[in-house]
């Protein structure tokens, strides 16, 4: 019986051993962008259910009606201009940072997670798309949303000694530009808007063969940055987070030649509480929509 | 909904096939002088080309991307003979998809060249064949489970790149945008049948091609006696 027992136990811990060996090796080799992304949801997961723990919660209501933690999905292109509305919101009431534990990705990807019960009480899009996804999921009420920052579109060209406007690239575009990088139209609410300008100004049939395309912004702005493209369109807050010796010659897309990059927020009913409740409130404020305009974005409400 | 598009697809064997082709051609001969090496020159070269096994794919493409632009040395290189640029380009893919499954068409192939019994290859060296007979007429054909595993192993594992064509493709249609990059848009542009479509197409090609080259390679092993 013990010989059984011993055997039985050796079996099983050699095919746990060779499960983990296949499993980590297949996760360290394939996608593993994608896996990092859901490792992350995981552990924000579990450490928000251990300081639930550590705070008082005896109410019955839901998961953290009365804690004072939440989690918040940001779109990545927002993350530097959140962190200052993050910081100005802890001063004025006294919230420890680790409170509120934001994630950064597309917002596609944070759609996605969010509707299959990621626990993020407010999710700032960089459109309103997904935003208009999960309120038709009735994750969220469609008359709690708002606007609470439109983007601004720049065509950013360090190496280049003239203004890149629409004179200079319909002169010189077709023959002066190797390659022009933009964030997926598909996918990324910047490149759409790229696009359209391109289009508006008549110049996306010359230009097409040039263009290279990110996953998101972010992507844009980083193949100009290593020189792989020669010129691109980012969000006018990336501009002003560059360095001033990286910064070069830019152009200010009118806003008249795309459609609004209005980006929205929502608060998701089922992870809501009263701190992500403040603070949802206080990103519609005059402050907050003041520390918006300043990052480089244009305000829907003021 | 959109139509699925199949340029992906044909795009992902096409580099998938080239990969595996010129890594044969460059492993080969590399794996049988590493053979031959003494021990540590040997474990150091091994160390350097088994780093894209634990560099995460986004960090090659990040350096790769940086070498390649117009200021890295890749791209000087480039430039200095005359080529159109690596990045963006389906010959930077190629390239950065060599690096990437380096160390799966190297290894196998070490490993069989040092199973190959000197014995056969002192005889024919007494028989009269120089160096580069006994590597075509005995090294190779005692090998060939291991080249083909070579083969079969970084066809396989080029199809399904993602993180290093993500950093270096820029996603242009028809060059850059390989099968698991499309799938990925797919899915970032709320386009799930599309997604679910393409990757099953991915994985019953996938399942065809790996049994095909399993199954010759399994008859060939059986004919020379071995398990």
């Not at chain 1, 700032?124 to 994750?139: C, E, N, T, Y």
Request: charged fraction near 10%; glycine fraction near 6%; aromatic fraction near 10%.
């Amino acid at each position: 019986m013990v010989f059984i027992r011993a055997h039985a136990i050796s079996w099983l811990t050699g095919l746990a051993r060779s499960v983990s060996t296949y499993v980590s090796s297949y996760i360290s080799q394939r996608a593993s962008t994608i896996v990092s992304l859901f490792v992350f949801s995981i552990l924000s997961t579990t450490s928000l259910a251990k300081d639930n723990d550590q705070q008082n919660n005896t109410n019955n209501n839901g998961p953290l009606t009365n804690g004072s933690d939440f989690n918040i999905a940001v779109a990545s292109n927002f993350k530097a201009c959140y962190e200052k509305l993050a910081e100005a919101y802890s001063q004025q009431h006294n919230l420890a940072p680790q409170q509120i534990k934001a994630s950064y990705a597309s917002s596609g990807q944070l759609a996605a997670m969010i509707s299959r019960g990621a626990p993020f009480a407010i999710f700032l899009s960089a459109d309103q798309k997904r935003a208009q996804q999960l309120i038709q999921r009735d994750l969220a009420d469609a008359q709690n949303g708002f606007i609470y920052a439109v983007g601004q579109l720049v065509l950013w060209a360090p190496k280049l000694e003239q203004k890149p406007g629409p004179a200079w690239l319909k002169e010189h575009g077709t023959h002066a530009i190797k390659r022009l990088s933009l964030a997926n139209p598909k996918h990324a609410p910047y490149g759409l808007a790229a696009e359209q300008s391109l289009k508006q100004l008549g110049l996306y049939g010359e230009l097409q063969d040039k263009l290279v395309f990110g996953q998101n912004v972010a992507q844009s702005l980083q193949f100009v940055a290593s020189g792989a493209a020669d010129m691109g369109f980012i969000a006018y807050a990336q501009w002003l987070e560059l360095d001033s010796e990286q910064r070069g010659q830019y152009w200010l897309v009118p806003a008249d030649l795309h459609s609004a990059i209005q980006q929205q927020a929502i608060e998701i009913k089922a992870w809501a509480n009263n701190t992500s409740n403040d603070f949802f409130r206080f990103l519609k404020q005059k402050q907050a929509q003041q520390i918006v305009r300043n990052c480089g974005y244009l305000s829907d409400i003021y | 909904m959109h139509a699925v598009d199949l340029q992906p697809l044909y795009l992902s064997i096409k580099l998938a096939a080239l990969t595996s082709m010129l890594l044969l051609v460059i492993c080969i001969p590399l794996a049988w002088w590493l053979v031959q090496q003494k021990p540590t020159r040997q474990a150091l070269i091994n160390a350097l080309c088994a780093l894209p096994l634990v560099l995460p794919p986004t960090v090659i493409g990040f350096y790769l991307l940086l070498l390649m632009s117009p200021g890295g040395w890749l791209g000087q290189l480039n430039a200095a003979l005359g080529l159109e640029p690596l990045s963006f380009s389906f010959r930077g893919l190629v390239l950065a998809s060599m690096v990437y499954s380096l160390p799966f068409a190297l290894q196998p192939l070490q490993s069989a060249f040092s199973q190959v019994n000197k014995a056969y290859l002192e005889a024919a060296a007494c028989m009269g064949a120089n160096a580069v007979q006994r590597f075509i007429y005995i090294v190779l054909p005692l090998a060939r489970n291991g080249i083909y595993s070579a083969l079969i192993l970084s066809f396989a594992h080029t199809m399904g790149e993602f993180g290093v064509v993500l950093m270096i493709g820029g996603n242009i249609d028809s060059e850059t945008r390989v099968l698991s990059i499309a799938i990925y848009d797919h899915v970032e542009a709320l386009e799930y049948t599309q997604a679910a479509l393409l990757s099953t197409l991915m994985l019953v090609f996938s399942l065809l091609i790996l049994s095909l080259l399993y199954l010759s390679n399994g008859r060939k092993a059986h004919k020379m006696g071995s398990l």
